[in-house]
């Protein structure tokens, strides 16, 4: 993925005009500067092109003069602003149940985001890594990323909740004392990535407010959505192939490329364009099942094995160390 071909969610943009306004600065003209059409916020459908929404972040600071502006704005994220992601976020069953789900369908929010959720042995790590195959990224965004994500788990498990330790790339700012009041956790700055650490305890209580059948009816809105521009992408074409063969073996590039009506050295060449291969994509689509299908303990590993295409069970347990640093058995006793 290049830096031209990214999408972001309207609403996103939405976020930085509604931020604006608080600052009594008129988004409009920051828009067209940016290259957006402002009218098409009113459709809840909308993605623009990534790289103007980063574009008009940082014209949004300049024009604040508040270079915490990023942070502000994330503290006024509301559900809505993440789609049916953001609904099906507040109807989860756990902090960890909702955040797998921003794992899961975080491409609603970026095509290019990359996030990780990482166990420790005692947190829970939300990671918030540079975007993939983007080499300009306004820091405002990742900062209202923080603040956002760490408003949602408010607005699900209550106004209480509080990481345990906040790590941010970029150096103290001068608004070093909002943060503290706002994250109420120790802040490391100059880090390695943007993180938000919870004590495990914390992500695994089960919230009072769950409603598992809610939250599987935006999880689906989500997935109408996605399907809804996946089309066009080669990327996801490939990826479904691959879900939906699974279970008879390894698929090969050959079945795939036929599957789509194109010859294999095309599907090469486009998957190429989209800066990915066919390896890379049937092992970050193993990975991904795999971590989805072992928190699903009725399933045995032998039927996990199975759905994902492995000959045997020693090559899934081989496969999954070399994904996680651990088997499969260490990891759900963990999980």
């Given at each position: 993925?290049?830096?031209?071909?990214?999408?972001?969610?309207?609403?996103?943009?939405?976020?930085?005009?509604?931020?604006?306004?608080?600052?009594?600065?008129?988004?409009?003209?920051?828009?067209?500067?940016?290259g957006?059409?402002?009218?098409?916020?009113?459709?809840?459908?909308?993605?623009?092109?990534?790289?103007?929404?980063?574009?008009l972040?940082?014209?949004?600071?300049?024009?604040?003069g508040?270079?915490?502006?990023?942070?502000?704005?994330?503290?006024?994220?509301?559900?809505?602003?993440?789609?049916?992601?953001?609904?099906?976020w507040?109807?989860?069953?756990?902090?960890?149940?909702?955040?797998?789900?921003?794992?899961?369908?975080?491409?609603?929010?970026?095509?290019?985001?990359?996030?990780?959720?990482?166990?420790?042995?005692?947190?829970?790590?939300?990671?918030?890594?540079?975007?993939?195959?983007?080499?300009?990224?306004?820091?405002?965004?990742?900062?209202?990323?923080?603040?956002?994500?760490?408003?949602?788990?408010?607005?699900?498990?209550?106004?209480?909740?509080?990481?345990?330790?906040?790590?941010?790339?970029?150096?103290?700012?001068?608004?070093?004392?909002?943060?503290?009041?706002?994250?109420?956790?120790?802040?490391?700055?100059?880090?390695?990535?943007?993180?938000?650490?919870?004590?495990?305890?914390?992500?695994?209580?089960?919230?009072?407010?769950?409603?598992?059948?809610l939250?599987?009816?935006?999880?689906?809105?989500?997935?109408?959505?996605?399907?809804?521009?996946?089309?066009?992408?080669?990327?996801?074409?490939?990826?479904?192939?691959?879900?939906?063969?699974?279970?008879?073996?390894?698929?090969?590039?050959?079945?795939?490329?036929?599957?789509?009506?194109?010859?294999?050295?095309?599907?090469?060449?486009?998957?190429?364009?989209?800066?990915?291969?066919f390896?890379?994509?049937?092992?970050?689509?193993?990975?991904?099942?795999?971590?989805?299908?072992?928190?699903?303990?009725?399933?045995?590993?032998?039927?996990?094995?199975?759905?994902?295409?492995?000959?045997?069970?020693?090559?899934?347990?081989?496969?999954?160390?070399?994904?996680?640093?651990?088997?499969?058995?260490?990891?759900?006793?963990?999980?």
């Open positions: 993925m290049t830096a031209g071909n990214y999408s972001m969610m309207g609403s996103v943009a939405a976020l930085v005009a509604q931020t604006l306004r608080t600052y009594d600065c008129d988004p409009e003209p920051l828009f067209r500067k940016a957006l059409d402002m009218s098409l916020l009113s459709n809840p459908d909308t993605r623009y092109p990534g790289n103007r929404v980063q574009q972040w940082q014209l949004a600071v300049d024009a604040s508040d270079p915490c502006f990023g942070f502000i704005a994330g503290e006024q994220v509301q559900p809505a602003v993440l789609h049916g992601l953001g609904f099906a507040l109807a989860s069953d756990t902090l960890r149940d909702a955040l797998t789900r921003l794992m899961r369908y975080s491409r609603l929010i970026s095509t290019a985001a990359n996030m990780q959720l990482q166990d420790t042995d005692s947190s829970l790590d939300l990671v918030l890594l540079p975007p993939k195959g983007v080499h300009t990224v306004t820091p405002a965004f990742q900062d209202a990323g923080m603040s956002g994500f760490l408003r949602m788990c408010r607005l699900t498990a209550g106004d209480e909740i509080d990481p345990v330790q906040v790590s941010l790339k970029h150096p103290r700012p001068a608004c070093a004392r909002e943060l503290q009041a706002y994250f109420r956790a120790p802040i490391v700055y100059e880090a390695e990535n943007n993180i938000l650490s919870f004590d495990k305890q914390l992500v695994d209580t089960p919230l009072t407010h769950a409603n598992p059948g939250a599987r009816i935006n999880d689906q809105a989500v997935v109408d959505y996605l399907a809804r521009f996946d089309r066009d992408s080669l990327t996801m074409q490939v990826r479904s192939r691959i879900i939906e063969r699974l279970h008879d073996g390894t698929p090969n590039q050959q079945t795939i490329a036929h599957s789509l009506n194109v010859s294999l050295r095309s599907l090469q060449r486009k998957l190429s364009k989209e800066e990915t291969n390896k890379s994509l049937l092992e970050s689509t193993r990975r991904e099942l795999a971590l989805l299908y072992i928190r699903e303990t009725h399933r045995s590993l032998g039927e996990i094995t199975y759905l994902l295409g492995f000959s045997e069970p020693s090559n899934f347990t081989r496969a999954f160390k070399r994904w996680t640093g651990i088997s499969p058995i260490e990891y759900r006793d963990k999980n």
